[in-house]
């Protein structure tokens, strides 16, 4: 079974950067989204590349974020600049439309 470990969260002022990983194993399917949780909503979707390589974001996140893959080290990342208050969340990453098991995410705060 799949196994997701997010990382690279933290606290960070608004109008900083952060950059979110996700290392994937024990599954054959590959790990192209990320997802994220605010305080007091439910899960939503942030973004998603394609095999090949084709990016696509929510509205809220374009022209913010990156989704990016390191096939090497089978992990897939999420640069988040200018970031927001409101980019705060816990975020995931998983497949698509895929039903797979959540990690435990990684916390992202903004704030001064």
């Known amino acids: 079974q799949v196994q997701l470990v997010e990382s690279g969260g933290g606290l960070v002022q608004p109008g900083g950067s952060l950059r979110l990983s996700c290392a994937a194993s024990g599954s054959t399917f590959s790990i192209n989204a990320w997802y994220r949780q605010a305080p007091g909503k439910q899960r939503e979707w942030v973004a998603t590349?394609?095999?090949?390589?084709?990016?696509n974001y929510a509205e809220s996140v374009k022209g913010r974020f990156t989704i990016s893959r390191d096939n090497a080290k089978n992990t897939v990342y999420l640069q988040m600049n200018s970031l927001k208050p409101e980019d705060t969340a816990v975020y995931y990453c998983n497949r698509r439309f895929a039903n797979l098991p959540w990690g435990q995410g990684t916390q992202v705060t903004v704030s001064s």
């Open positions: 590349i394609s095999s090949g390589g084709t990016p």
